[in-house]
C-alpha cells in the first residue's frame, strides 16, 4: 500500500477595485495547487460576466483533475 497524498487545495481569489465611472477592474488569481511552489495564474476582466466565466473555467478545471479515474500522483 503506498502513501496517500493529501488532498490537493486550489485557490481562487478576486480583487475588485472602482475604477469611478468607467466601471470596476476585475483581478481573479487562481492557484492550482497550493502545495506545489508555482505562481498563480492573474487576469484583470472589466465585467462581472467576464469574471465568472473565468471562476467557472477554474472549478470545471479542478473538478477535472480530481474526478474519479483521473491518476494525480
Known sequence: MGRSRPPRVAVCVLRVE???ET???ITV?????V???APG???S???SAEAL???AGFLDEYEQ??????ESN
Open 29 to 33: 488569481t487562481t492557484t492550482s495547487d
Open 35 to 37: 502545495g506545489v511552489r
Open 53 to 55: 466565466a473565468l471562476v
Open 41 to 43: 495564474r492573474t487576469r
Open 18 to 20: 472602482s475604477r469611478g
Open 45 to 47: 476582466v472589466t465585467g
Open 23 to 25: 466601471g470596476v477592474l
Open 65 to 70: 483533475v480530481e474526478s474519479p479515474g483521473h
